[in-house]
């Protein structure tokens, strides 16, 4: 391992010391924790005060009825069309790897719903049990993490990543009505829990798997604030055609794999 990486890989599992990161220890069983502050927070704030003054009207509501089918037809023709790479990416996972082919990203919907968005899994299975040892090499500004360099991505998972190949088993979430094709995307219950309350209504609407950060650059934006504040604006603009042409954008965003790590 190169002396310029900040960690050194175990091979074995282990205890890890100073500067080390122990990959590859079995699954443990880890209690699902949902912060009380998000609990209160579902209950207690009016999520339409985030929305801009059209989502009262029926146009609004006609538009979103549209969206909704949009996203149902959709979704479910991708899955079709893309089977053959799922299969093909999901044999691969599981041939590279040790582990499970899927991850159950747990995060939370549309007004603080939580909500499981399957993934590829693209790291070791421990992966969340090491995440507190590398908080001090988080690069994004806020409650997010990110990480250029993260030890705990597989090789396979790094070139997933890199291509967006892990999120397509989200079209499922899409086609059962916890995600959309466009949306801000969902963030973990403790990150909402450390959310300020201008950012609260990132989840008005009904989280995405695209959506203007995804285009403009994603991880090379590094400071949390900006990217809430794109999701916002996405939430105020919101139209049909804002969705199409975020839709379209992705594909050349994803080819270039600008910011994806």
């Known amino acids: 391992m190169a002396a310029s990486q900040p ?14 990161v122990a990959i590859g220890d079995p699954i443990r069983t880890r209690p699902v924790t949902f912060p009380e502050r998000v609990l209160q927070l579902q209950r207690e704030l009016d999520w339409n005060s985030f929305l801009p003054a059209q989502a009262a009207t029926r146009r609004w509501r006609m538009a979103q009825a549209i969206k909704r089918g949009l996203d149902i037809v959709l979704s479910l023709v991708l899955l079709i069309l893309l089977s053959p790479i799922l299969l093909l990416i999901g044999l691969l996972t599981k041939l590279t790897s040790p582990g499970p082919i899927l991850y159950e990203f ?7 719903r939580p909500v499981v968005a399957y993934k590829f899994r693209t790291m070791v299975t421990n992966a969340d ?3 507190p040892m590398l908080m001090r090499e988080n690069e994004m500004q806020g409650p997010a993490f990110k990480m250029r ?20 088993p989200q079209l499922w979430s899409v086609l059962i009505g916890d995600m959309s094709l466009v949306g801000p995307r ?3 219950a403790e990150e909402f ?31 949390f604030d900006e990217w809430v504040s794109l999701d916002l604006q996405y939430i ?16 050349p965003a994803v080819i270039r794999a600008r910011g994806a790590y």
Not at 8 to 20: D, N, Q
């Open 106 to 112: 747990r995060v939370l919907g549309k007004h603080a």
């Open 186 to 188: 969902p963030p973990l």
């Open 149 to 168: 360099a993260d030890p705990r991505v597989t090789r396979l998972g790094r070139w997933l990543r890199k291509y967006s190949l892990d999120e397509l």
């Open 236 to 251: 105020r603009n919101w139209s049909l055609w804002l969705d199409c042409k975020l839709m379209l954008k992705t594909i």
């Open 7 to 20: 960690w050194r890989v175990l091979k074995a599992p282990g205890i890890a010391g100073p500067g080390e």
């Open 129 to 131: 049990d090491l995440k």
């Open 193 to 223: 829990a450390a959310f300020e309350p201008w950012q609260w209504g990132k989840l008005a609407v009904t989280p995405g798997i695209t959506c203007i950060w995804q285009v403009t650059g994603r991880s090379d934006i590094s400071d």
